[in-house]
């Protein structure tokens, strides 16, 4: 049950500002923040190229949706804190070239930064939040802000997009089933994962390219990360010690949606079987949801029994983005069982996390009135 100061946060339309406006991630979170009745878009930030430019100007729109009317006409600002007074939450889709210095500057000039960028991600004192799956990591921001000197201000992340999806259905595994031992994933991932301009055509059309730089290393620490718990006193993480993940990632000619072959051992001698696997996914269900957060999807894992899905163009706008699909729920004949997911990367995968994760910690109480 929500508590009555919960319903109070909730009911509070938040002003936002969208730094890295302009870029993939950057457009998805306007597109879902237009969309969304708990937050009001209030500042547009990107680099001195667009600063001082119209939103529609300086913007390479390449989302499906129109752009919304209320932004068309903002003026990009420099992603200066000085310049994003009045913001209650303030959403990065940085690059993470000059994400580490501008989202500091932010949370230091005591700003709630969700970030999507990797920099922090690792961070002991970061919460690294997919919000279906760990919101009781947000009990790591009374340590941040003791620790940074911070009143109002804070840094959560959300993953790598290719995380994202992958740990939802695990963690569904590892809480019903207990620990798991043994991860190996292979993903099919989309071009949009990369930004635009991204990975040039000639490259990637009737072609699948074996290597996403820095991607594997990602998965297989953030996932330890994420369905690990918490030290005793809260003041820092502690990530799974006895679960290995390995990880191949590909990048395919796909526009949105990556897809993921997964094959899991549990820890446990005797597995449970396909049925008690199915069962479990689908009546997973999270803490977002439970408190009424609009991005909350209806339902978190979407099991699907044809044969032949999940597929991309098919399956990526389920729950709004914001669900899993997993199908191909077998035997495996190495691990325990192997199944194959499909995770929208630009809104579960980055931008509509980032927005859940403001979702909730509003509604706990964590986002400071300005
Ligand atoms: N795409 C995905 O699916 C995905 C998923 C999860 C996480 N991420 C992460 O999210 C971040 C953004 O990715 P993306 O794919 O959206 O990249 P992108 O399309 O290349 O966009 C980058 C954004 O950063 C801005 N920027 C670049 N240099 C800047 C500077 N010096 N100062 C201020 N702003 C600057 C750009 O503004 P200008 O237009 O003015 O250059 C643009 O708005 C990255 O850290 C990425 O790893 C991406």
Redesign the pocket.
Known sequence: MASSSEHHHQQRVLNAGV??????????FVVLLAQNPAFRIHAL???????GRAYRA???WKMSEAMPAAVADME?R??DPAQFGGCDVVF????????GD?ERAFFEADFAVF?????YRMDPLVPLCVPVVNTDHYALLAAQRAAKGLRRGFIVT????ST?GLVVPLKALQDRFGPLRRVVVTTLQ?I?????P?VASLDILDNIVPLISGEEPKMEAEVLKILGGLRADAAGCAPLADLRVSATCNRVPVVDGHTECVSVEFAAPAPPSIDEIKQCLREYTCEAQRLGCPSAPRQAIVVTDDEDRPQPRLDRNAGGGMAVTVGRIRPCPVFHVKFTLLVH??VL??AGASILNAEYAARKGYIVAV
């Open positions: 730094l890295g406006a302009t870029g993939t991630v950057g457009q998805r930030g990107a680099s001195e190229r667009s600063a300086a913007a390479k990009v420099a992603c990065s889709g940085l690059d993470a070239s000059v994400a501008v970030s999507n960028a990797k920099n959300n993953s790598n997009c994202s989309a949009s994962g990369a930004g635009y991204g990367n630009t995968g980055a």
